[in-house]
């Protein structure tokens, strides 16, 4: 039904100085509305009731009732009723904004409000206002001139906002993240372990703390890296407690030489 009326009204747009008046477009439609089932029973009617029996002239009503009486016949009533009611909760909420607009806008035109009537521009900037956050309608309130009408709150709502994101954006890459240099807990890359200290054996030999001119020394005159005597080997040693084996690791192999 909205696509019949739309092709019809850019038909007159088109072939403006074709229609003179209403009746001409009145006229023009009826002869366009289908003669069956019940848009038939309707244009009958129609032609009835605005018809005068004495003349049998054809007299309809201005192009403004005729739509009104259109719409009542065939329009979806309940659908415009449901837009109306889906508007009055629409808002922006964490929508884009340009996506906020086109909903409003969509949910604006299946509640066949006029945009461009002085009464349906204030009403639907009331509407679009109330869903907007409260920075963005303070920031079209301030301005100077403030926005008269739906498509100039439009535009500054999305000028806004775009705006205030790119802000954002920048401000939150400024922002860098500083490193945590210090820990409580040493870090070591790879297999590397810490150290531990062992308590030294009592029974072992002080070969690791000679000197390579002192060991070469022992070997050469047969000390015992024991007791640091000659004539006699550590594993002889009468000096060395009971129950020890034989030295291990370098003194072992000193022993060997």
């Not at 909760?89 to 604006?108: G, H, P, S, V």
């Not at 006029?114 to 009464?119: A, H, K, M």
């Not at 000679?210 to 007791?227: P, S, V």
């Not at 002889?236 to 030295?247: A, D, H, L, S, Y």
Request: charged letters at 30%; proline letters at 5%; hydrophobic letters at 30%.
């Amino acid at each position: 039904m909205q696509n019949f009326i739309n092709q019809c009204n850019s038909w007159f747009t088109m072939y403006e100085t074709s229609f003179q008046n209403d009746i001409q477009r009145v006229i023009f439609i009826l002869s366009y509305i289908s003669g069956k089932g019940k848009t038939g029973q309707w244009k009958q009617n129609y032609h009835r009731v605005h018809t005068d029996p004495t003349t049998r002239r054809f007299f309809p009503p201005s192009l403004v009732q005729f739509d009104a009486d259109f719409q009542k016949a065939f329009g979806a009533v309940q659908e415009i009723q449901k837009a109306r009611r889906q508007i009055l909760k629409l808002e922006q909420d964490k929508k884009d904004i340009d996506d906020y607009i086109t909903e409003f806008n969509n949910m604006a035109g299946k509640a066949q409000y006029d945009r461009y009537s002085p009464d349906g521009n204030a009403l639907l900037i009331t509407l679009f206002e109330k869903g907007l956050p409260d920075h963005t309608t303070r920031y079209i309130i301030g301005m100077r001139p403030m926005p008269d009408n739906i498509d100039a709150w439009q535009e500054a709502a999305s000028y806004y906002e775009n705006t205030y994101k790119i802000f954002l954006r920048r401000d939150k890459g400024a922002q860098v993240k500083k490193k945590d240099w210090w820990s409580s807990t040493p870090r070591h890359s790879g297999n590397t372990t810490i150290p531990t200290s062992t308590s030294k054996d009592p029974n072992a030999m002080d070969i690791d703390r000679l000197t390579a001119e002192e060991r070469q020394d022992h070997i050469t005159k047969g000390k015992c890296f024991n007791c640091h005597q000659p004539g006699h080997l550590s594993r002889n040693c009468p000096k060395r407690k009971k129950g020890t084996g034989r030295p291990k690791g370098k003194a072992r192999k000193a022993e060997e030489d």
